[in-house]
């Protein structure tokens, strides 16, 4: 297992130097426009002939294409892709069923090519899906088809991704992805919750929406969400994700940003572990944080928004 992962951790070592600073970070946030922005990212490799409209997914696509080059296997990395997947889904049912097709509506990196995905909703033909995929799609399908609430056809699919995650984390063999499975279905759970509770969400809907895991009890999650806000911070503050209470005492924005950070410390304890596929989990992680900064600047910059409500919102970077 070692050897197989040798060259690829050497390239991936290499890589790191070009990913972003928290200095470049600053650059960025001095710029006056996005298109000051946009001139800087093109400088250091970022986007493909200048398309700023493509220019995130293009830098996500790049991260997938360096990936699969290095270890043309990717499933040990499945637990990655699983939203992507899902995603697209929930995108090819909508559009099916709405009969509305936007450009750019598909993400581009997942395991199953859109094409399938759309004409498997089209024509009623789940099967045609992964296994694990037919019974939510269907569903979802039925769902939306029946009630036009989109909400509630992303809960059921959000709930089948989060299965899925589940799943990849306890087949896995390696520490890190156990780990991080873990550390997303809780975080996720706890989302559902805070944001269910706002919403003034029953009992059924949070029983429907999360997912067993190991470091949450979901039944007295959903039981304090129904309760509201103060509920569910006395919960958690028994629980491994206390610190987090803090952050949501502040708002959402901060709590997101919390629960961002703490998957990035977990990425950070690979930086010494040159034997396994955690350093390349890491640096896909790393990737994912710099383009969501990168996304914030622009839009702040777009719309003008003040530099302290940016900077207050910008994850820890790997670097």
């Not at 709405?98 to 750019?104: A, F, G, L, N, Q």
């Not at 596929?277 to 944080?289: D, K, N, S």
Request: net charge negative; proline share 3%.
């Amino acid at each position: 297992m070692a050897e197989e992962y040798t060259y690829a951790i050497s390239r991936v070592r290499a890589k790191e130097l070009s990913l972003l600073t928290q200095q470049d970070l600053e650059q960025l946030m001095e710029c006056q426009t996005e298109e000051e922005c946009l001139q800087i990212l093109y400088e250091k490799g970022w986007g493909k002939d200048g398309e700023r409209e493509t220019i995130l997914s293009v830098e996500t696509c790049k991260t997938w294409e360096f990936l699969r080059e290095l270890v043309p296997n990717l499933t040990g990395f499945r637990i990655f892709l699983i939203p992507a997947d899902y995603h697209n889904l929930k995108t090819a049912i909508k559009s099916v069923v709405t009969d509305r097709y936007p450009e750019r509506r598909y993400l581009l990196w997942g395991t199953i090519e859109p094409e399938v995905l759309e004409e498997a909703v089209r024509n009623h033909r789940f099967s045609d899906l992964p296994e694990d995929m037919q019974a939510s799609a269907a569903k979802a399908f039925e769902t939306l088809l029946h009630t036009r609430d989109g909400q509630l056809c992303d809960t059921v699919l959000d709930r089948a991704a989060l299965l899925q995650i589940q799943k990849a984390g306890r087949q896995s063999e390696n520490h890190l992805i156990q780990r991080y499975a873990e550390l997303l279905l809780a975080i996720s759970n706890i989302k559902i919750a805070v944001r269910g509770q706002k919403l003034g969400k029953p009992l059924g809907f949070f029983q429907e929406a999360m997912v067993p895991c190991e470091s949450l009890d979901i039944g007295d999650l959903a039981r304090a969400a129904v309760s509201g806000q103060d509920a569910v911070m006395e919960y958690l503050s028994h629980t491994d994700y206390a610190q987090g209470v803090e952050a949501l005492a502040q708002s959402s924005s901060a709590f997101e940003k919390w629960c961002d950070d703490n998957r990035m410390k977990l990425m950070k304890t690979q930086k010494t572990n040159p034997f396994t596929i955690g350093p390349l989990v890491a640096y896909l992680l790393a990737r994912e944080t710099e383009i969501k900064a990168v996304r914030l600047i622009l839009s702040g910059k777009r719309n003008r928004l003040d530099d302290r409500i940016v900077k207050e919102r910008l994850r820890d970077l790997y670097v």
